[in-house]
């Protein structure tokens, strides 16, 4: 795999503000998921031959982050948090409204490529609780009712 | 009531740019740093102010900043930066900061590093904080503009560049030095103190790394000195301080309140009480790794010495409630898979014994309790303390199943007497 | 200062952590992620101890002691009941998600982990969850991969990748799904993975070749013994059992390899066990070509009379004492080394530079406490592969004693040293004849030709002292690069210059001595050291003899001569129709050797000699150090000897003498000092053949190995007589004396409660230091102070390539060029198909691309390579791998036509 013109140029902008080209890993990696949805095995050496690093020093930082999807994700990525104040609130409604919409667990895909369902630790909006992200917008105060409108603005 | 830090932050308004924030007398405190005092200067006011660290550690602000190694042979590169990965469950605060006002962030930042004599500054923003991200580089190119950043701030010779840098995941990029290791390219595993980030930080050079509602407390201390600063506060502690409430009670949400509060103000003038048909069986003070208080709490103020002597932590200040009818086991399940997962992995205790917690906390709810278990559960509340483990994310991750075990006993009992989660028919 | 441990007060040294430093006083603690050529981290947190703040504090805290530095007055406790149950609650954690593979697993036995459970008490298992599972890797033929046994300590790629600077190995993912493997199944790229076996303290990395014929480590027979395959003599353990040499496992000598071995080393012993092996004397032209020793004896007797006139070829890879043991069969004036005129020559030019003793011969440790390195024109990477990992401490040390300076940080915590040195590195300057893996921790490469190389050497040496004549026509280029690196060898207290004879050009080697000397003023201790192709080039050298050229004149002006050809094929020396022309002109030709080969194709008797696993003996490495390796097991049958011993027994039937006293090597070594005494000291290298400690031998065997005497009940139930070694002060059995001998005599670590190799520990003076009683092996040269010898002046030409001719160069392989470690099937899995190497424009002027097939006509005869652009080779020269099996001897550093098609004019 080749990074294209503007992936590099984005690095680039990113490697000149660090004394290493290896301390701009995790920036080539998310521009990389920016354009691609994911990392890929080739995208993971395409970087490590761009960053003079060995694809076993970028896969090491890689698969470190869970927001570097090293598989394949759909068109939109549902981002539900599971963490303590949305657990008071009631995620597990919204994820059983989920798992009834969509057909899919957390950590799936939807066959059709549209969703892929994750986990978030807290989202930083326990005040609005349960909350989710789907791509990048955040979604407050969400009922079990509301999910099917939610999701359906998404192809 | 002064509110310094939010009295320009309305919910239904976009944030002040830049010439707006100036109006509000927005970075003045940048040109009375930089013209005016010296460095050392700044480092004093705040010093006296008795601002703590807002991050969790509470830890004196002036005087962490006095450990950096400043004169003719201190390092020529020193980097400040601003903790935005507010990812403690719970926790809530520097979004409103972050969303509401980032200039007055920038404006501390600029003064912090002119204190220490830093020249490059980060803002380490979550992943998840899109709309501060968007906010931030706006304001980020609006201050290079006006020449807040850049070279020869304001014709002081002090120049200051700052980058935001945003994260992709991980509770322990929140973590001090696992946040240089994640700026740095690397996993965020934590380092060993000593060395502090002072003296080896980021790259290896003199880092500070402070809490964003932290470095917003500071233009204010500068404008109107440390004495105004401690009169806010109802404590020994500093300043005001924002403070949350989540869980089923009417009005969850954030305000900016004195420090050393009471529980009982918080929780029924501003969050307006326990919601109807539920009433209060515990509170985690701070966020997720603070220990549970009780509603025999209610009246202790709510500051860093305070809680401290109640048996639990100010931590972050956003309280989590629980309500009587959400099991204490679940609850303390739902922790420590949370902790269990973030783990980084580098050291034993924390690596293999959270997840061993979980398990056993999923099998009481289950019904597949033993007697064994309270003890196994025991063990890991004494064992997984501060200095058996490497950084403190396992110790604060046994800090709401310690104080579970002796507030609740009770319900983790009937789980293995009566083979399964007594609440199940509540909820 | 003093420490005060469990209230009893100890004098410990400053600058360690409390871990190291309760080890160093036999203090057991258990520790899993602290190694001593690692440092400590404070990961695996299984070597808490207790510290008190003062002798009021009765509770005190838990500490990491490898992570607290020994400080004056300190008070702590090691059997403090909550330490205790800390430490042992480490071991339950790691236990959760153990398997129990212990009766299948290869580490059981010597495995750390045992021992450190066992050690903290830890026996009852409380977790009834599932465990995590991995999928297990392809990691090479060396290295096997059992993920599921991990216990995550970081040892692995804290070794791999900061000490070997290996970059294919890493841990993923996070929490407890760590994992440590390679980002996808391969091949593991550095040359030192083997050492993964020994720093792996459970059974995750274990030695894939052990498991082709699996034994305990107690059930093993062992023996203190000296790796063959390369100059630098590395101290290994070989162990045994049915007959097969079964492992090589490192020997810890502080001043030589430390704590690990290169892979060659490691896994290049099966040639021992090949079915190549010559196990009967042959006597060639007869009806049955085997004979036995009577057959043999009296067919030699004839040949070996006076009346024919003997010559002895000795050889580098053999031991001192068959080397001697020849010279005295043939006489001084008829003992030739086995070894062509250039190698003869360069070798002795070493060896008198060395013997002088005008300049410090550095030892591999010395090397890796330098500040500033030169490698001039050797690849060490290949050539002597542990003095290239000594060369990259060097760097990374010298680094961080640099960043340390005004911090109050110890030299043991590692990763804040790291994170302190960032890219900081020591001086090091790499100029070779192409690009090395050491390049990338290089300050300084330069590529060129040898003469070249070695022009740029007496620059170096001119700008050092300026007295030196100045090179003419250097370019200002590299007339900058000389001067940097003069400067930085100036600049340093302990530099060392490196070169070597892998490129058959002696103006190498003159031009680093040059810069050694012109360095070795006033307080500098200036290093020189030269890397030699054999593990004892310089032992033959020493013995001053003139080289295979010379004797091959010799017996074409005599006639009637018989040939005693000392364990060398000498078609690895010569090209094929001088070695054909010198065998037949000989009357009569006899070889000792343990392998079958071309020259043993063609010689007329063949006397099978025993291996180095089957041999007592002594080698001179490179450092002029002499040291003894012991037999680890008896040949499978009476016909194998050691050369020495054939030989001694052939000048007896000579000079019908010899009184029938069996003899030992401590008299032959005896003689040797007397003769030659260049080799004064070396029959003290170790204790004589009759060395007892208080009575006793010492044990080649642990004493709980099994079936000794059962092992041999398929042929006869009545229990044999153990061997008897009248060699050494070793024994065949696990009777003897079980306490600790002497640091060259060590057959193999153990201590009570310590069956893992980090049983080291117990034998060293203190963690990390030498062993007690001092490292094995005696020095033969020491730094004469005396009139320093003259500088060498003549520097050489410039290189110009040939219109129509390429210098013809070797490149050496680790895998492929050693004559012996081939024969284990794992190096030769990674040993390169031949090829030859070019410059991007020669091979344009050839019209050739990579892959295209080259014709090189050398010595008369055609070979056809396919190519291999290298463009930072210098226009002129080519490369063709050395020493391949098969391959024939080519004559380096002459001059050979090339074509792309056959049949050169």
Redesign the interface.
Same mark, same amino acid.
């Given at each position: 795999m080749i990074l294209s013109d503007t992936e590099t140029k984005a690095i680039d902008h990113e490697i000149a /503000?660090? &004394? %290493?080209k290896? #301390? #701009? *890993?995790?920036?080539a /990696?998310?521009i990389v998921q920016q354009h691609h949805g994911w990392v890929s $095995?080739e995208a993971?050496e395409a970087i490590a031959g761009y960053l003079d690093?060995? &694809? #076993?020093?970028?896969? @090491? *930082?890689a698969?470190? %982050? =869970? /927001?570097?999807f090293r598989k394949p994700v759909g068109r939109h990525v549902i +981002?539900l948090c $599971? @963490?303590? @104040?949305c657990?008071?609130?009631g995620y597990t409604k919204l994820y059983e409204g989920l798992q009834q919409h969509l057909k899919i667990k957390f950590g799936e895909t939807t066959p059709d490529g549209r969703f892929t369902l994750l986990p =978030? #630790?807290? +989202?930083?909006?326990? $005040?609005?609780?349960p909350a989710l992200?789907i791509d990048?917008? /955040?979604y407050k105060d969400v009922t079990a009712e509301r999910l099917k409108e939610i999701l359906a603005t998404y192809k | 009531m002064e509110h310094p830090l939010t009295k320009n932050i309305h919910p239904d308004r976009p944030p002040l740019n830049l010439p707006e924030y100036e109006q509000t007398g927005g970075y003045a405190a940048v040109r009375t740093a930089v013209k005016n005092m010296t460095p050392q200067e700044v480092q004093l006011r705040v010093k006296d102010s008795n601002l703590k660290g807002r991050g969790g550690a509470g830890f004196n602000t002036g005087m962490k900043w006095s450990f950096v190694p400043m004169g003719p042979d201190a390092p020529k590169t020193k980097y400040l930066i601003a903790n935005a990965d507010e990812m403690e469950p719970g926790t809530f605060k520097d979004r409103l900061l972050l969303e509401g006002n980032p200039h007055q962030l920038i404006e501390g930042m600029i003064v912090a590093a002119y204190a220490i004599q830093a020249n490059i500054s980060y803002i380490f923003l979550r992943w998840a904080y899109k709309k501060a991200a968007e906010l931030i580089r706006k304001s980020i190119a609006e201050a290079y503009a006006k020449g807040y950043l850049g070279k020869n701030i304001l014709g002081s010779g002090f120049c200051l560049d700052m980058y935001l840098h945003t994260g992709v995941g991980r509770y322990m990029c929140g973590e001090e030095t696992a946040l240089l290791n994640a700026l740095e390219g690397k996993r965020a595993t934590p380092r060993a103190k000593p060395p502090f980030p002072q003296i080896s930080g980021l790259f290896g050079k003199p880092t500070i790394v402070n809490n964003v509602e932290t470095f917003c407390c500071v233009p204010h201390i500068v404008n109107n000195g440390a004495e105004w600063f401690k009169s806010l506060s109802h404590s020994e502690d500093g300043g005001t301080k924002i403070y949350g409430v989540s869980g089923k009670v009417n009005r969850p949400g954030a305000w900016e309140l004195p420090m050393g509060i009471t529980m009982r103000e918080l929780l029924e003038e501003y969050a307006g009480g326990m919601k109807n048909g539920f009433r209060l069986k515990g509170i985690l003070p701070g966020g997720a790794s603070t220990d549970f208080l009780t509603a025999q709490h209610l009246d202790i103020k709510m500051d860093f010495t305070s809680v401290a002597a109640a048996g639990s932590r100010l931590g972050t200040g956003t309280m989590i409630v629980m309500d009587d009818a959400t099991c204490p086991v679940g609850f303390v399940h739902n922790l420590q898979h949370f902790f269990a997962q973030e783990s980084c992995g580098w050291c034993t205790p924390c690596r293999e014994g959270l997840p061993w917690v979980e398990k056993i906390l999923l099998s009481l709810e289950k019904g597949q309790g033993r007697e064994e278990d309270m003890q196994l559960l025991q063990m890991h509340t004494q064992l997984l303390g501060p200095g058996n483990t490497f950084c403190a994310l396992a110790p604060g991750a046994m800090e709401p199943l310690q104080s579970a075990l002796k507030y609740f006993r009770d319900d983790f009992e009937h789980h293995i007497t009566e083979k399964g989660c007594p609440y199940n028919s509540i909820r | 200062m003093t420490i005060y441990i469990d209230n009893k007060p100890y004098e410990v040294p400053a600058g360690k952590n409390l871990l190291e430093t309760c080890l160093s006083l036999g203090i057991d603690l258990p520790y899993f992620c602290w190694h001593p050529a690692l440092g400590s981290v404070g990961a695996c947190r299984q070597c808490a101890v207790k510290l008190y703040k003062d002798k009021e504090d009765t509770h005190g805290r838990i500490v990491m002691s490898c992570m607290e530095g020994a400080k004056d007055g300190l008070l702590l406790s090691v059997a403090d009941a909550g330490a205790k149950a800390f430490r042992k609650q480490i071991i339950e954690w790691l236990m959760t998600n153990h398997p129990h593979d212990c009766p299948v697993c290869d580490e059981g036995g010597s495995c750390h982990l045992q021992d450190m459970t066992v050690m903290t008490g830890h026996d009852y298992r409380r977790f009834q969850y599932k465990k995590r599972t991995h999928i297990n890797q392809y990691l090479g033929p060396f290295i096997h991969h059992e993920m599921n046994r991990c216990i995550q300590c970081y040892r692995c790629v804290r070794y791999y990748r900061d000490y070997a600077g290996g970059d294919d190995l890493n841990v993923f993912a996070a929490h407890h799904h760590v994992y440590f493997g390679r980002e996808k199944d391969g091949i593991l790229e550095s040359p030192f993975s083997g050492n993964l076996a020994e720093v792996c303290p459970t059974g995750v990395f274990t030695d894939k070749t052990l498991k082709e014929h699996y034994t305990r480590k107690w059930d093993l027979t062992m023996a203190p013994s000296v790796c063959p395959h390369c100059s630098l003599g590395c101290n290994i353990v070989a162990g045994e059992r049915y007959g097969k040499l079964r492992c090589i496992g490192n020997r810890y000598n502080g001043e030589v390899n430390g704590y690990f071995l290169c892979d060659k080393g490691r896994f290049g012993y099966e040639f021992v066990n090949s079915e190549n092996r010559l196990v009967k004397p042959i006597i060639r032209n007869r009806t049955v070509e085997a004979a036995d020793e009577t057959q043999l004896v009296s067919h030699l007797g004839p040949l070996l009379s006076h009346s024919h006139s003997l010559i002895g070829i000795g050889s580098p890879r053999a031991s001192v004492e068959s080397n001697f043991a020849l010279m005295q069969l043939v006489g001084k004036e008829n003992f030739y080394q086995g070894v062509n005129n250039d190698e003869a020559y360069l070798n002795q030019r070493v060896a008198n530079i060395m013997q002088y003793g005008a300049l410090h011969t550095p030892s591999l440790k010395e090397i890796g406490l330098a500040d500033a390195v030169l490698v001039l024109g050797e690849d060490i990477w290949n050539t002597a592969p542990m003095m290239a990992l000594a060369v990259r401490q060097a760097v990374m040390k010298t680094a961080a004693a640099d960043a340390l300076q005004h911090t109050s940080l110890p030299a043991w915590h590692d990763m804040a040293v790291r994170e302190l040195v960032q890219d900081g590195k020591g001086f090091l300057a790499s100029c070779t004849v192409i690009p090395s893996p050491l390049d990338e921790i290089s300050s300084c490469t330069h590529y060129a030709a040898p003469d070249d190389l070695a022009r740029m050497g007496f620059a170096i040496a001119h700008y050092i002292e300026p007295s030196l004549p100045p090179v003419p026509g250097l370019d200002n280029a590299l007339a900058e690069k000389a001067k940097i690196i003069a400067k930085a060898l100036q600049q340093a207290k302990c530099p060392v210059v490196i070169s070597g004879t892998s490129a058959y050009n002696e103006a190498l080697i003159k031009a680093a001595f040059n810069i050694s000397l012109a360095l070795d003023k006033g307080e500098k201790k200036a290093m020189l050291s030269y890397v030699l192709p054999e593990c004892n080039s310089l032992g033959l050298a020493m013995m001053q003899a003139p080289s295979l050229e010379t004797a091959i004149g010799r017996v074409q002006r005599e006639k009637d001569t018989t040939l005693i050809i000392l364990e060398h094929d000498i078609y690895r020396s010569l090209p094929p129709s001088t070695a054909d022309a010198f065998l037949s002109h000989c009357k009569n030709s006899i070889v000792l050797d343990s392998l079958h080969n071309r020259t043993t194709q063609k010689a007329q008797v063949l006397i099978p000699a025993a291996t180095f696993a089957e041999a007592d003996g002594t080698l001179v490495n490179n450092e002029g150090r002499a040291q003894r390796f012991y037999q680890v097991f008896m040949p499978a049958n009476n016909y194998i000897k050691e050369s020495w011993r054939w030989l001694w027994k052939m000048k007896a039937l000579r000079t019908a003498s010899g009184n029938g006293h069996p003899l030992h090597p401590d008299e032959l070594l005896a003689q040797l000092e007397t003769a030659l005494p260049q080799f004064e000291g070396i029959s003290r290298v170790s204790p004589p053949h009759d060395f007892r400690i208080h009575g006793e031998p010492i044990p080649r065997e642990p004493h709980r190995y099994s079936g000794r005497t059962a092992m041999l009940a398929n042929i006869a139930v009545s229990e044999p007589k153990p061997l008897q070694d009248g060699d050494s002060p070793l024994s065949y059995t696990m009777e003897g004396y079980q306490g600790m001998p002497p640091s060259s005599m060590i057959p193999f670590f153990w201590a009570p409660g310590w069956n893992s190799i980090q049983s080291v520990n117990k034998y060293q003076q203190e963690t990390g230091g030498p062993l007690r009683g001092g490292d094995p092996g005696l020095r033969l040269f020491e730094h004469k102070n005396g009139s320093p010898p003259a500088f060498f002046k003549d520097t050489p030409e410039a290189f110009t390539a040939l219109p129509k001719k390429w210098l013809l160069l070797p490149r050496f392989h680790i895998f492929g060029s050693g004559e012996l470690s081939v024969y284990s099937a794992s190096v030769q899995e990674l040993s390169p198909e031949p090829y030859i190497l070019m410059s991007k424009h020669d091979a344009d002027q050839l019209g050739a691309a990579n892959g295209s097939v080259i014709t090189l006509k050398e010595g008369g005869k055609e070979y056809s390579f396919p190519l291999k652009i290298e463009e930072a080779l210098s226009d002129g020269i080519v490369l063709v791998p050395a020493g391949l099996q098969g391959m024939v001897a080519f004559s380096w550093g002459t001059w050979a036509l090339l074509s792309t098609q056959k049949n050169l004019v």
């Open positions: /503000l660090v &004394p %290493y290896k #301390a #701009a *890993v995790i920036e /990696l998310k $095995d993971v690093m060995s &694809p #076993a020093a970028v896969d @090491s *930082v698969t470190f %982050y =869970n /927001l570097i +981002l $599971d @963490s303590i @104040s657990y008071v609130m =978030n #630790a807290c +989202l930083g909006c326990c $005040d609005h609780a992200i990048e917008e /955040l | - | -």
